[in-house]
């Protein structure tokens, strides 16, 4: 495994933030690097089940979105831009949120093995939009195409 460079420099700090919390921040990034995966094969080879990818890609774009909002947040700091950065920390807690509400409603269909409670959970989060255009043409009910055999992420 290729050991990550820290996103946060322990060296350059305030002193209100311990070194210490740039660690474990560090540690998070961290954590979220090791979770992404390179490819999700649709349908889950050996059962042919959709579900429980479409699940897997929703939460990948979730944590490659959070990545993406940290590393810029880390760098509009370095470049003494606060309130930019400030911008990329409410992003990332709304990312957090998003996530949290998702898997608030997945745990309790999964326990009920409502397979079909799932699949519109993920269905509606991965593709409802509030792009009038896109309603207009397509409806308000979110649809995915069957025609989607991989999730390709970079």
């Not at 820290?6 to 560090?26: C, G, L």
């Not at 990329?88 to 949290?100: D, G, P, S, V």
């Not at 269909?109 to 959970?121: F, I, R």
């Amino acid at each position: 495994m290729v050991e990550q460079m820290a996103v946060f420099d322990r060296n350059r700090t305030t002193a209100d933030i311990p070194t210490e919390v740039i660690d474990v921040a560090n540690a998070i990034v961290g954590r979220l690097q090791s979770r992404k995966l390179a490819e999700i094969v649709l349908p889950v080879p050996g059962t042919g089940l959709r579900v429980p990818n479409r699940v897997r890609c929703y939460l990948q774009a979730h944590i490659r979105r959070c990545l993406t909002f940290i590393e810029a947040g880390a760098a509009e700091l370095k470049a003494d831009r606060p309130i930019a950065a400030e911008l990329c920390t409410r992003a990332i807690y709304e990312n957090a949120a998003t996530i949290c509400d998702f898997t608030d409603k997945l745990k309790p269909l999964c326990e009920a093995v409502d397979y079909a409670g799932v699949e519109e959970l993920v269905t509606k989060a991965a593709f409802t939009t509030r792009i009038p255009s896109f309603i207009e043409t397509h409806g308000d009910r979110p649809t995915s195409s069957p025609a989607v055999r991989r999730c390709r992420l970079r």
